[in-house]
């Protein structure tokens, strides 16, 4: 416990040179592509080396300063204390809950199942159900945080806020089809038992060692896809030319939404390495719904959980959550072209 | 005593896996150490959050991969 202590303090003493280096990123950027390497000016090898250099330490300073963050606030929240409240919640009221909740409650793909029994076996209804499991993996730290850093903070909010929208109205719809019948059979008749762990008592520099273990896990994760989705990134901003996917996914073309839908789904990237990617398709002439259409199919409707899924979930409603969800993000879709 | 790991077969399962088998070994103690994958096994024990540790059919921890001091730690405790 003390060494954990330790590297808490060390935590807070690096911030101010994390404030420096983020505030004098561009500069160092500069100097190091014109002083330094004397790269030659305004030519596409140089204009890359610079994008790769400013954007990858700029994301990994977000993402770590962050991530650290996050891990504190998710350690006020765990999945049973979710459960709990959105207990014998009413479906629409529930389903703003269960959707606002899947961005704060910690949720790895892999603990998707034991979620879902969870939630089911105790009483929170289906509908409300999916809107936690669309919430969760599409609105997460990391594609935020990405978009914050490359976008800006109207995109970061835009994405979140059309994700929850979304993440509501597709578990409100399938609560009132009464798709009950197509969960697995064995679901219902399973017995949750109690795990009988107390709700842990943690201090504050618990909680900051948790935002420390949540960073390394995480950074750990997706440093490499951050690299490789600024890599190609930073190839395709100093060769690819202008307007190249205008013709493809601009705004003139109208099935470039649900085609960006249905490619996003089988391609299974994180947030990290997708992010960086869309990015550069927005600068070569993509639309900004079309582009936020295939990030959200991408993120949201990813084949491995749809597989993991079918361990619950008979096939009908399988193709009720693709379809459900793949038409709210397709609406987002033509609704962002339509307004910019 | 038995400790069970409870998980579906993610990564993080293993790992834990593994740094409960490193920590038995610490310890010097003969326990058995099983893998749990049934989902319906793992769910009667409450376990929403994968990986878990399972120490003499009492769930020990959930939802995170502990240091080999930690899950030491909580082998004593639990025996």
Redesign the interface.
């Known amino acids: 416990m003390k060494n954990l202590k330790n590297k808490v303090w060390l935590l807070i003493l690096l911030l101010p040179v994390w404030y420096l280096v983020y505030h004098f990123l561009q500069p160092i950027t500069d100097w190091l592509t014109d002083s330094v390497l004397k790269l030659e000016k305004g030519a596409h090898f140089t204009e890359a080396f610079r994008f790769f250099f400013f954007e990858v330490p700029k994301v990994l300073l977000l993402l770590v300063l962050i991530i650290f963050f996050v891990g504190i606030i998710r350690s006020y929240f ?3 204390r979710t ?1 709990r409240m959105l207990e014998g919640k009413s479906t629409f009221f529930g389903n703003i809950m269960a959707a606002s909740l899947g961005i704060v409650t ?1 949720f ?1 793909s ?2 998707a ?3 879902f ?2 939630f089911v ?1 105790s009483g929170v209804p289906l509908g409300v159900t999916f809107s936690f499991l669309i919430a969760a993996p599409m609105i997460n730290e990391v594609a935020v945080i990405l978009l914050f850093g490359m976008f800006g903070w109207k995109v970061a909010m835009i994405y979140v806020g059309t994700g929850l929208l979304i993440a509501i109205v597709a578990g409100w719809t399938i609560g009132r089809l009464k798709l009950e019948g197509w969960v697995q059979d ?1 679901v219902y008749k ?8 107390p709700e842990e008592k943690m201090t504050f520099s618990i909680r900051m060692g948790l935002g420390y ?1 949540a960073v390394k896990d995480i950074v750990g994760k997706v440093w490499i896809y951050v690299i490789l989705g600024i890599a190609v990134g930073a190839a395709a901003h100093g060769y690819v030319p202008e307007d190249f996917m205008a013709a493809l996914m601009g705004k003139s073309a109208w099935y470039s939404v649900p085609l960006s839908i249905l490619i996003g789904i089988p391609l299974y990237s994180n947030a990290a390495g997708i992010v960086p990617i869309v990015s550069v398709l927005i600068e070569k002439g993509a639309s900004l719904g079309t582009s936020l259409a295939f990030m959200m199919s991408v993120i949201g409707l990813s084949l491995p959980e749809l597989i993991i899924l079918k ?1 619950v979930l008979k096939l009908p409603l399988i193709l009720t959550f693709i379809g459900v969800v793949g038409a709210g993000i397709m609406i987002v879709g033509y609704l962002f072209n339509l307004i910019f | 005593m038995e400790i069970k790991v409870l998980g579906t077969g993610c990564a993080k399962c293993k790992s834990l896996e593994q740094a409960t088998r490193n920590a038995v070994t610490e310890l010097g103690i003969s326990a058995n150490v099983v893998k749990e994958e049934d989902i319906v096994k793992i769910m009667g024990y409450g376990v929403m959050q994968t990986p878990a540790l399972v120490i003499n059919e009492k769930v020990a921890l959930t939802g995170r991969v502990p240091s080999v001091a930690e899950i030491k730690d909580l082998i004593s405790k639990n025996q």
Do not use: A, F
């Open positions: 765990s999945p049973e459960r910690p790895c892999c603990s199942i034991p979620l029994l969870g076996e064995w399973t017995r949750i038992g109690n795990n009988g762990l273990e361990k």
